[in-house]
């Protein structure tokens, strides 16, 4: 049997719900934090994943790239090193000498490549932060941004407190 409070209670929880809002100034905190995180809390998913998804590749490209860039140059500047002490010395053979040779403009050539991608990646990287703070400032549908769905859609996805406790409250409507 339903008591009038528990009645009461049911008809109160209608004045808990709480529609998500994003200022402009939020989003653009979010997107300073890390790309697409603004866009994604201000409703524009696919702008939001598209950028948080460039940035994350761009920036493990660079990591890679630097980490076997640094790798690579140790090893070729000891083998510089040896491949120059053979020539002070004037032991060794001729052919063995090329051989080196070759190979050290082969490994150069490589971590010129190497240098390359990791500039382009890290180039990459600053020009999608940048133009996600520029979207954040610019493109960003209006002062407030909902993180509900338009009146539109079928389905809508809420917070709110029931019995002091916060939910979520997914709602359809026909």
Same mark, same amino acid.
């Given at each position: 049997?339903?008591?009038?409070?528990?009645?009461?209670?049911?008809?109160?929880?209608?004045?808990? *719900?709480?529609? $998500?809002?994003?200022?402009?100034?939020?989003?653009?905190?979010?997107?300073?934090? @890390?790309? =697409?995180? =603004? +866009?994604?809390? =201000?409703? +524009?998913? *696919?702008?939001?994943? !598209?950028?948080?998804?460039?940035?994350? %590749? $761009? &920036?493990? @490209?660079? %990591?890679?790239?630097?980490?076997?860039?640094? !790798?690579?140059?140790?090893?070729?500047?000891?083998?510089? +090193?040896?491949?120059?002490?053979?020539?002070?010395? =004037?032991?060794?053979?001729? $052919?063995?000498?090329?051989?080196?040779?070759?190979?050290?403009?082969?490994?150069?050539?490589?971590?010129?490549?190497?240098?390359? *991608?990791?500039?382009?990646?890290?180039? !990459?990287?600053?020009? %999608?932060?940048?133009?996600?703070?520029?979207?954040? &400032? %610019?493109?960003?549908?209006?002062?407030?941004? !909902?993180?509900?769905?338009?009146?539109?859609?079928?389905?809508?996805? +809420?917070?709110?407190?029931?019995?002091?406790?916060?939910?979520?409250?997914?709602?359809?409507?026909?």
């Amino acid at each position: 049997m339903l008591t009038m409070t528990g009645m009461c209670s049911a008809q109160d929880e209608e004045s808990f *719900i709480r529609q $998500s809002v994003i200022s402009r100034k939020d989003a653009l905190i979010l997107s300073i934090v @890390y790309p =697409g995180l =603004g +866009q994604m809390t =201000g409703g +524009q998913k *696919i702008k939001g994943v !598209t950028f948080f998804l460039a940035e994350t %590749v $761009s &920036l493990i @490209y660079a %990591v890679n790239a630097h980490e076997n860039y640094k !790798t690579k140059i140790g090893v070729y500047e000891k083998d510089i +090193q040896t491949f120059n002490s053979i020539g002070s010395k =004037g032991s060794g053979e001729y $052919s063995e000498a090329v051989k080196q040779f070759n190979d050290l403009k082969d490994r150069s050539d490589e971590l010129d490549d190497l240098n390359m *991608i990791r500039n382009a990646a890290m180039i !990459t990287a600053g020009i %999608v932060y940048a133009y996600n703070i520029f979207d954040a &400032l %610019v493109f960003s549908p209006s002062n407030k941004m !909902t993180t509900e769905n338009s009146s539109s859609d079928k389905v809508k996805v +809420q917070s709110a407190i029931i019995d002091r406790t916060p939910a979520i409250l997914i709602s359809k409507s026909f």
